[in-house]
């Protein structure tokens, strides 16, 4: 078991040291959002889900808490495996309206943290003895097995995750999804609508700073997993809607002329207002989520928003063409 984790460990140094020296020599230098959740980063994002600026979250659990039981009961699911699971906490209104409808026996929780996993794990074992749950620590990024499971299947990517995607990586993580599919699975995706750049820039700029805090994060994580000497407070949170793209992103601004050394990439120029971008957020509408799924090779059944059309969860399916 210890050679395992052992190994488990290793391989994830070394995805990470890839990803960051790949991320860090473009020039836009970037970072992978993945990295944001450790422990600390995990608890800020839920820290950032209670906020009033943040409206995600809420818009998101308002729709499940509508359509959940439809979703459930409409695809007789018996597994749910969600992508990119975190702390399930809005995950645990469908395993609710999995367990009354008498269908669900397994929740298979996926996500590239092994420490949060075996956390969320660990809880929902407690709050549901009578679900099988079966963790997969895995970077939903990278070809991955699934352990053996029943079916029908329900697939659901939640929170807006498919949003830090531009839309050649997205179209390659769902053709991913579609290729664990069977046909009477079904796929669940949450998706941020459009909106005024008001609204969407202030949901990334809190004036309590605890997304500023959240964006640094993810360079401690750096600090200590690749050794490297960031100083956090030699950089500064920036967030902008490109209205363009459709899309929010997220930079760290470098507040002088410095040079970061992590250990087994070399030393890292930044010159003072350079950035690096470690997060974009893309928007949608039925029309772009729908050219997404033609291209993956999905059919999109079910489209349903919150009152206020800020959020969406679309359900679909296999194409049979």
């Known amino acids: 078991m210890q050679l395992v984790q052992n190994s488990a460990r290793s391989a994830a140094h070394s995805d990470m040291l890839a990803d960051v020296r790949e991320g860090l020599s473009r020039p836009q230098k970037e970072l992978s959002p993945k990295y944001f959740y450790d422990e600390a980063g995990s608890l800020l ?34 597994t749910l495996v969600e992508f990119g699971a975190g ?55 990278r070809d991955f097995r699934l352990p053996k499971h029943d079916g029908p299947v329900l697939f659901a990517l939640l929170g807006s995750t498919i949003g830090n995607f531009d839309e050649m990586n997205a179209t390659r993580l769902l053709r991913r999804i579609r290729g664990q599919m069977e046909p009477l699975d ?51 949170h920036r967030a902008f809607y490109d209205e363009h793209l459709h899309r929010i992103e997220m930079h760290l601004v470098s507040a002088r002329d410095q040079v970061v050394t992590i250990p087994e990439i070399g030393r890292i120029p930044l010159t003072r207002g350079e950035t690096i971008r470690s997060e974009i957020s893309c928007k949608y509408d039925r029309a772009a989520v729908q050219v997404l799924f033609e291209a993956a090779g999905l059919e999109l059944e079910e489209w349903h928003t919150d009152e206020h059309q800020r959020f969406a969860l679309v359900l679909g399916r296999v194409r049979v063409d």
Do not use: H
Request: with cysteine; proline share 3%.
């Open 45 to 78: 994002f839920e820290e950032i889900t209670r906020l009033p600026e943040y409206y995600l979250t809420g818009s998101e659990r308002e729709l499940l808490l509508q359509c959940s039981q439809w979703f459930v009961t409409s695809t007789g699911s018996r």
């Open 87 to 141: 702390s399930a906490a809005k995950t645990r209104i469908l395993l609710d309206g999995m367990l009354r409808a008498g269908t669900g026996c397994t929740y298979m929780p996926i996500d590239v943290s092994a420490s949060t996993l075996a956390e969320t794990a660990g809880t929902l074992r407690i709050r549901y003895p009578e679900l099988r749950i079966m963790p997969v620590n895995a970077d939903i990024t």
């Open 186 to 236: 079904s796929f669940l995706l949450g998706v941020d609508l459009r909106k005024s750049t008001r609204e969407l820039e202030a949901a990334y700029n809190d004036v309590q700073g605890v997304t500023a805090r959240f964006n640094r994060n993810i360079l401690q994580v750096l600090n200590r997993e690749l050794g490297a000497d960031f100083d956090l407070m030699a950089f500064s």
